[in-house]
């Protein structure tokens, strides 16, 4: 692991980016061998990420464009969002984003679009919590990282867990960059001090049925606990626990969300994003990085981002 904050900045992104990449492979399928994600790092070719890093690269060039401590201009970043969509239909989107994307598009504040998807309940689904790491690195503290979240989360996922899921993630990112290099991260002293961040019910007892599960679990017996598709509430959990498994090596780390099956590119993400944080660039595997799309410009931001 490594304390300097421009690595751990570069390591944050890229994790994301390099877990979506690898994960992308196989979503959808029930469980994922060793073999199959040996093949995968070592392949050739690029490693293409998909509406995941999409999304966090908006997300984090929104943060570079602006002077630090200037927040989210909700509004501009729904639009920033559905012109990325616009651009790049085959990255690989959920069934219902579209709808709010299209709406923002033709001119809707990002609120009612957002309140108008699924029969007026507001999505659900891992789409704000998937894209959400870049709040990290522009909020000082972890409660401001879990409000910058939510304000990110919101423009697209109006359901509280949709959205809440990305004051979650965007905390526990923020954490996992603070952590100290070189002491032992504690899951249970982790997950309290995102519980302390996040004042929704509804995540308080996800975060405890995180807990809950036996640190020895295999994939699959995590992904049975915890669920692994697209939805926040069953997939966010997962992804935590992924990283407080393996919060040393962002390799297993995001192999292990992965083996899991299911939403593979997005929980691969997030655990990532977290392991990445922890450990920084220079602790992700070198020869699936040396092949994904995007590495010169992630690196950059996360850089920049860093101050
Ligand atoms: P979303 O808002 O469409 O939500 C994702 C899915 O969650 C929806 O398609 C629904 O199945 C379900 N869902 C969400 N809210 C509700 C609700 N209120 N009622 C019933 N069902 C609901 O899109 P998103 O951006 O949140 O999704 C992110 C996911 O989509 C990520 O996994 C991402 O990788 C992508 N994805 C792509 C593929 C693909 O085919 N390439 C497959 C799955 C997911
Ligand atoms: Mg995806
Ligand atoms: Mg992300
Ligand atoms: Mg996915």
Redesign the pocket.
């Known amino acids: 692991n490594t304390a300097d904050p421009r690595d751990r900045a570069a390591g944050l ?1 890229l994790g ?1 980016a390099l877990g ?1 990449a690898l994960g992308s492979r196989f979503e959808g399928m029930s469980a994922v061998r060793a073999d199959q994600l040996d093949e995968v790092e070592t392949s050739e070719g690029e490693l293409r990420y998909t509406d ?2 999409v ?2 690269l908006v ?1 984090a060039e929104h943060f570079a464009e602006r002077s630090p401590g200037s927040g989210i201009q909700q509004q501009d970043l729904a639009l920033d969002f559905a012109r990325a969509w616009r651009a790049e239909p085959g990255r690989g989107w959920g069934g219902g984003i579209g709808h709010v994307f299209r709406a923002v598009l033709s001119g809707s504040e990002w609120s009612s679009a957002a309140r108008n998807s699924f029969g007026g309940q507001g999505s659900y689904g891992n789409g704000a ?6 709040v990290a690195l522009a909020a000082p503290t972890p409660p401001e990282a879990a409000t910058l979240g939510l304000r990110s989360g919101e423009v697209t996922h109006a359901h509280p867990d949709g959205a809440h899921a990305a004051a979650v ?1 965007g905390c526990a ?1 923020h954490l996992a960059l603070s952590t100290p290099a070189d002491t032992a991260l504690d899951p249970d002293r982790f997950l309290d001090r995102v519980a302390g961040c996040c004042p929704d019910s509804r995540w308080i007892s996800l975060l405890e049925r995180t807990r809950a599960v036996p640190r020895s679990s295999s994939p699959a017996e995590a992904a049975e606990r915890l669920g692994n598709d697209v939805t926040a509430p069953g997939s966010v959990p997962l992804a935590l626990f992924s990283f407080l498994r393996h919060p040393d090596s962002p390799r297993e780390a995001v192999r292990f969300a992965i083996a899991a099956g299911g939403d593979t590119d997005t929980i691969g ?2 655990a ?2 977290l392991a990445g944080a922890r450990c920084g660039a220079t602790a992700l595997p070198p020869e699936p990085l040396r092949r994904l799309e995007g590495a010169g410009r992630l690196r950059e931001l996360g850089t920049l981002l860093a101050g």
């Open positions: 992104l994301a979506d995941d890093t999304l966090t997300l919590a998937m894209r959400v790491s870049p993630q990112v993400s997030m990532g994003a």
